[in-house]
């Protein structure tokens, strides 16, 4: 079974421009989710979508924004690129399941790199 | 808000010693998912344990074991007989959100160094 895959893996852009991530869930998968981790702020939530639905979002200003298709494979757009938003971006995958009494864990790919110059 | 605090911002441990890395968590929910993850340099985040709020037992995955203390709010990774490539950061994570929903919130993590 083929794990998280992220698309591309390093990228340089530079301030203004905007780009554009890919991510490929596990087979079945419904929902995939994305984070921005970076040196000073760690790891935090950008949002979320299941069945090609934003079901949860972060707090970034309104540049990051994402979809889902019907493959539920997904995208991350952020414009106007900035300095800061240097980072690794990881997306991960979960099957859709009631988690409460069980775990429906969270599986990651390996991470776009984005450098912003 | 949800909380996750790792106060360790890095250790140094002898190979094949034990080596617990610590976790408290703050949450009004009475049902929560703590989970640990690797992260090797090569930057996927790599899935080691979970502990449910209602598991009554202390999860264990082969050489890692979580020491689930809920009423002190503490989910401290055990990790047995430390290997060269146990060197990583590790990151403690809480599912946030209704049932379905997928947000982890992190901890600050703790990098690991296994010395031969």
């Known amino acids: 079974k083929a794990g998280v895959t992220q698309t591309p893996r390093y990228l340089i852009k530079t301030r203004g421009q905007q780009v554009t991530l890919s991510c490929s869930p596990i087979?079945?998968?419904?929902?995939v989710s994305w984070y921005q981790q970076t040196p000073g702020q760690g790891l935090q939530f950008l949002f979320e979508y299941f069945s090609e639905t934003q079901r949860n979002k972060g707090n970034f200003p309104g540049r990051f924004s994402g979809r889902q298709f019907s493959n539920s494979r997904s995208e991350m757009n952020v414009s106007t690129l900035e300095l800061g938003d240097s980072a690794l971006y990881l997306c991960?995958?979960?099957?859709?399941?009631?988690?409460?009494?069980?775990?429906?864990?969270?599986?990651f790919g390996q991470g776009t790199r984005l450098t912003v110059v | 808000a949800q909380k996750i605090t790792q106060t360790q911002p890095g250790m140094f441990v002898q190979e094949k010693e034990a080596v617990t890395l610590d976790c408290t968590y703050d949450?009004?929910?009475?049902?929560?998912?703590l989970f640990w993850y690797k992260q090797p340099s090569s930057g996927e985040m790599i899935f080691l344990i979970y502990?449910?709020?209602?598991?009554?037992q202390n999860a264990t995955e082969g050489r890692y074991s979580l020491n689930f203390q809920k009423a002190r709010k503490s989910a401290n990774l055990v990790i047995s007989a430390s290997q060269l490539g146990d060197s990583a950061m590790y990151f403690c994570?809480?599912?946030?959100?209704?049932?379905?929903?997928?947000?982890?919130?992190f901890g600050q993590g703790t990098r690991l160094t296994i010395n031969p």
């Open positions: 991960a995958s979960s099957p859709q399941g009631n988690w409460i009494r069980g775990n429906t864990e969270a599986f």
């Open positions: 994570a809480m599912r946030e959100g209704p049932q379905g929903a997928q947000k982890l919130v």
């Open positions: 087979s079945g998968h419904r929902s």
């Open positions: 502990q449910g709020s209602y598991d009554e």
């Open positions: 949450t009004s929910d009475q049902s929560y998912g």
